[in-house]
């Protein structure tokens, strides 16, 4: 089959890599219908994570089960199927508090690497959700995007406590963060300011749900959200980028007592203790539990009443994986769809 490998910092290729096989009787197999290139693809990309040699890539997925190992219940063959970016058990005391993606027996998605045409997904039964039938082929990038950006993003936005009476501010406007503004409007908030300078972000913010739009950044942005907020900050915040100056501002835009929902992947992050402890703000993220919203998400999508797909900008077939990565590392594309 065909597979996306990493080499070195800025070298993707497709290769021939072997057809995966049953492994454990809980895994399947799975034919993908489309895979995408996350941001967190990039870090390896640019060289800011290490490679540990040639490394198959990709964490998303959404496609059809080929085969199922003789323990798997809850899918059968031929069932489309999404399933979360961490494989999870969906049954051990984490999973069941609401937490699978640190399922005591979790399986990182981006280890197997699922931009290639056929994937092994372990832990079938917990991980994989069977839509309710044969999706149209609109509704695939919609579906696709809840593999990964639109449930972190909807984790964040409840995570941050989103919802009627909020005011809800997003730092961040790659997929994720526009994911977030699209969960805070569904789940009912009043009031949703998107932090971005890219104007077709910012029509996609708006079109998410967004009814603010604050450019400003650092202290700027943060006076701007008081400004907009009688002084006080935003009720929620969401952090989706994953940097010291994401996670500063994101503090400095809450109010006392607010919540930030934060799922940008920390990179070289650290808090001041004193400045923390004077917020006074609920502080709370980490790897999005997407296999938790997963069901209500594939109805929503199933149902038409989202649109998440919107995220895709550039879609290209899975051979030409590598142009994807340029596009995105060169912010020619906000997320890049493969179609396999
Ligand atoms: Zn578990």
Redesign the pocket.
Known sequence: MRGVIMHAPGDVRVEERPNPTILEPTDAIIRAAAVCICGSDLWPYRGIEELHGPTPMGHEYVGVVEEIGPDVRNVKVGDFVVGSFVA?????????AGY?SR????VMMGSVGTQAELIRIPLAD?TLVATPGVPDADLIPSLLAASDVLGTGWFAAVAAEAGPGKTVAVVGDGAVGLSAILAAKQLGADRIIAMSRHADRQALAREFGATDIVEERGDAGIARIKELTNGLGAHSVVEAVGTQESMEQAIGATRPGGHIGYVGVTHGVTLDGLGLFFAEVHLFGGPAPVRRFLPELIQLIWDRRIDPGRVFDLTLPLDEAAEGYRAMDERRATKVLLTV
């Open positions: 999870s058990d969906n049954t051990c005391e984490i999973c069941q699978p399922c005591v027996h979790n917990g």
